[in-house]
Every structure is written in structure tokens, then in C-alpha cells.
């Protein structure tokens, strides 16, 4: 069974998460995998790709396309045409589906009146561009839902429970919500439980998961590269 279309997508709703409302900024290094695992799982949960199952523990995992529905977004689109050239790996996949995305996706939300667009330099020298918010009704509607399932105990659909999944991924569920009368480790406790819990079907689960799991070691890998430093 699909999930029903959106008019934001999980990507665009997890930038939103991400951005500082009055800078514009993300701190952390990790957006361009966060986002295109994004895309990803929702692929997954329109049932567009699949994961196959791993044969042998030396070879990883391969996402493999299946057939598009009738109506996707041009960004969920061209991320299918990507994954169905070849059959690749979560971990290239998040990385290469989230190159460029974070503009891409501020620019369709500065169009949609949530984000507005600043060029400045870091420095006076490096330019930047930065998305300070607008209008929050759209995130806070998000963070709604949000709060419903990790501090209220509601049962996520779909869609939200993708996105929890998403921000346990990058540890960041506990601060997207307001959470008075539960510590910070009870609210990751109720995200780690609802990103392993049933509420996909297997085949789409397994690629959710296998998604997430890029991320996670997509975090990893850029955590250990700035400690090097």
C-alpha cells in the first residue's frame, strides 16, 4: 500500500527541521546525506525502489528501481532515473542523490513563501547562501506531528514516522520537539522505537532501513574526518 501523496516532500520537511529559523544556516556536515536518504526512503515508501538482499557478507546491499507511479515530483523523478541507471549502494546513493539538494529545495520552498533567500559572505570573503524563514506554519505543523508521536504517544502515519526514522538517523529527534516532562534520552528512547517499529511494509521497511543506515554511517565517516582535522 502507497502512501498518499504531499505537497511538501520528506526532504523539504527535513530542511525545515534542520534550518535555523533566523540565520538560514544547518550546523553539521551532514545535510547533503541526510536529504538524499530523504529522497530516498520517500521512493521507498512510494514503492519505486526496492532493496535487494544481501547473498554474501562482503557485498554490500544494491538498491534496484522499480516501476514509477503515474504522478512524482521532478526531484523524486530524476533520483529514479539516477538509481535505475545502474544498481548501486545506500551509502553512494545518499550521497549522491543529496548533491546539490539543500539549494534546490530551498529555492521550491522560497517559491512556496516559507523560505526567503540571502546571499552574504563568511569572512567577507566566501560566499553563502542562506535560507531564514518566512512563514514557520508549515514546520510547525511538521513538528506537530512530531511531538504528537515522541511526546504524546500518538501512532505516527507513514510520513511522520519516516521522518522520525530520518532524524534518529542523524540524532536530531530529540531536538526537533519540544519535550517538557521527558529528558532528551526518553524522546531518542520512543524515535528509536518508531524507526524500528511495524508500520511499513517489509519491503518498503527493509529499504527505509537500509537507507538510514547509509546515513548513520555517512554521519560516522564525516564525524571522523573533522575529528582528524
Do not use: C, N
Not at 541507471?85 to 516559507?114: F, H, Y
Not at 520537539?177 to 524522546?187: A, K, Q, R, T, W
Not at 524507526?195 to 529499504?207: C, H, I, Q, T, Y
Request: net charge negative; hydrophobic share 45%.
Amino acid at each position: 500500500m502507497t502512501t498518499p501523496p504531499s505537497t511538501h516532500l520528506i526532504a523539504e520537511d527535513l530542511l525545515l527541521l534542520l534550518l535555523d529559523d533566523r540565520k538560514g544556516t544547518v550546523s553539521g556536515s551532514y545535510t547533503r546525506s541526510a536529504l538524499g536518504g530523504a529522497v530516498l526512503v520517500e521512493l521507498a515508501l512510494a514503492e519505486a525502489v526496492t532493496v535487494e538482499e544481501k547473498t554474501r557478507a562482503w557485498r554490500s546491499a544494491k538498491v534496484r528501481a522499480e516501476e514509477a507511479p503515474e504522478s512524482l515530483d521532478p526531484v523524486l523523478e530524476r533520483a529514479l532515473e539516477t538509481i535505475a541507471e545502474k544498481e548501486r549502494s545506500p551509502q553512494d546513493l545518499v550521497d549522491r542523490l543529496g548533491k546539490g539538494l539543500d539549494d534546490e529545495l530551498g529555492e521550491r520552498l522560497a517559491q512556496k513563501g516559507i523560505l526567503e533567500r540571502s546571499e552574504g559572505r563568511i569572512l567577507g570573503l566566501f560566499p553563502v547562501t542562506r535560507w531564514p524563514a518566512i512563514d514557520s506554519g508549515h514546520k510547525e505543523e511538521v513538528r506537530r506531528a512530531l511531538t504528537a508521536a515522541l511526546v504524546e504517544g500518538a501512532e505516527p502515519e507513514p510520513r511522520t514516522a519516516a521522518l522520525i526514522a530520518l532524524l534518529h538517523a542523524i540524532g536530531r529527534a530529540h531536538k526537533s520537539v519540544p519535550h517538557e516532562g521527558l529528558s532528551g534520552g526518553e524522546v531518542r528512547k520512543r524515535a528509536k522505537r518508531i524507526a524500528e517499529g511495524d508500520w511499513a511494509a517489509k519491503a518498503v521497511k527493509d529499504a527505509i532501513e537500509a537507507s538510514t543506515a547509509a546515513i548513520v554511517a555517512a554521519v560516522a565517516a564525516s564525524a571522523a574526518v573533522s575529528g582528524s582535522s
